[in-house]
């Protein structure tokens, strides 16, 4: 068993605001089209922007597919995401792991934005495959790479 949690930053030249914002308004236009897990092809990524709120995929044949919801929705320093994708890549509204997202300023136009995802351990006899693809470079950190190019740009 390895530790149940998967830690990645990325500092990015931008005010917090502006950190927030990209990551979560124009979620959009840096989440990567391959990350997806239903069968169409990636039209749109959606980050819902409030406590409750869902965060899911439409695919270009009109369907949707959850991934989870709001859990804190802090403007603009903390998200906390419910993780709701099992280890075979499927909603599994039964399960529940958190993604944390901190977006702390480093002066005025820099931001260090600090990722979190726990509870992998209830994955059960998957959480160490699971937790091998979240922190590999087409993982988390990869997705924060992404979200860097667009909120500097």
């Known amino acids: 068993m390895t530790d149940a949690s998967v830690r990645k930053s990325v500092t990015v030249e931008a005010p917090i605001a502006k950190a927030f914002t990209v990551f979560t308004q124009d979620f959009d236009g840096w989440w990567p089209r391959n990350h997806k897990i239903g069968e169409g092809d990636l039209k749109q990524a959606v980050l819902e922007g409030k406590e409750g709120g869902r965060w899911y995929e439409i695919d270009t044949d009109g369907s949707e597919c959850e991934w989870g919801r709001v859990l804190a929705w802090e403007p603009p320093t903390r998200l906390v995401l419910a993780w709701q994708i099992d280890a075979t890549w499927k909603f599994d509204p039964q399960l529940v792991t958190e993604v944390e ?17 726990r509870d992998l351990d209830r994955f059960g006899e998957a959480q160490d495959q699971t937790r091998a693809a979240f922190d590999s470079p087409g993982g988390w950190s990869g997705l924060l790479e992404s979200f860097a190019q667009q909120a500097t740009a």
């Open 101 to 117: 997202i901190r977006f702390i300023p480093e002066g005025p136009g820099r931001t260090r934005v600090e990722l979190e995802h």
